[in-house]
């Protein structure tokens, strides 16, 4: 089979209904495994908020930040990935695990966020919105986080609960982007959690 191809390496969901759940996660070089402690720290954060509102995972990769917020009862999650090998692997994780909750996407975020945007939008369910780009230091990546602004700098209405950037910790993300504002940061080594919500929100 195609998958013996490539090395991938398993991950445990932390907690919630499907704790213990073992994610696939591909060896390659255009993706990576959130660290445990990454994930464990983003959901002791929004555990409880996330409960029945979506959940859309941009750059998805393996799933494990998507899965682990269906975990933790979020209503559907919404996996957008390119790559064909972390796609594979992505489908199986979710078709295991969470086939009922989630939707995969497959593409290029930045074309199909708009249409998942204004859908998201005119169903008026709240929603969290989880950028994990690949770090700008990898080949044709330069911009990447430029073009993550761009887009996140799109989200403007209520429905909009969150919106959380995983990022190279040795870039600073701007204080504020679009109609959102920095309200939390969180270092973990060499990747960073960067937390926003609109303007005029309450914690």
């Known amino acids: ?15 919630g209904k499907y704790k213990g759940k073992q994610i696939e ?9 959130s660290k445990s402690i990454l994930r464990e720290s983003l959901f002791n954060s929004i555990s409880l908020e996330v409960i029945g509102c979506n959940f859309v995972e941009l750059f998805a990769g393996s799933g494990s930040i998507g899965l682990e917020a269906l ?18 692997l992505l489908k199986d994780n979710t078709s ?10 497959a593409g290029d975020a930045f074309i199909l966020f708009e249409t998942l945007y ?27 986080y430029d073009k993550c602004i761009e887009l996140i700098a799109q989200i403007k209405d209520p429905f909009a609960k969150m919106v959380i950037v995983e990022h ?6 701007p ?27 309450d914690e």
């Open 1 to 15: 089979m195609a998958k013996n191809r490539i090395k991938y390496f398993k991950t445990p969901i932390i907690a």
């Open 25 to 33: 996660i591909p060896a390659i070089s255009t993706t990576r495994s």
């Open 71 to 88: 975990s933790r009862s979020a209503k559907k999650a919404y996996f957008l990935e390119q790559n064909k090998n972390a796609l594979r």
């Open 96 to 105: 295991n695990i969470a086939p009922d909750s989630s939707v995969v996407m």
């Open 118 to 144: 204004s859908n998201l939008k005119n169903s008026g369910e709240c929603s969290f919105f989880y950028f994990d780009p690949p770090f700008s230091i990898r080949d044709g990546m330069d911009d990447i």
């Open 168 to 173: 190279m910790s040795e870039l600073e993300l």
């Open 175 to 201: 204080k504020e982007i679009g109609y959102l504002e920095l309200f939390k940061y969180k270092r973990f080594g060499k990747s960073s959690l960067s937390y926003y919500r609109l303007k005029g929100e």
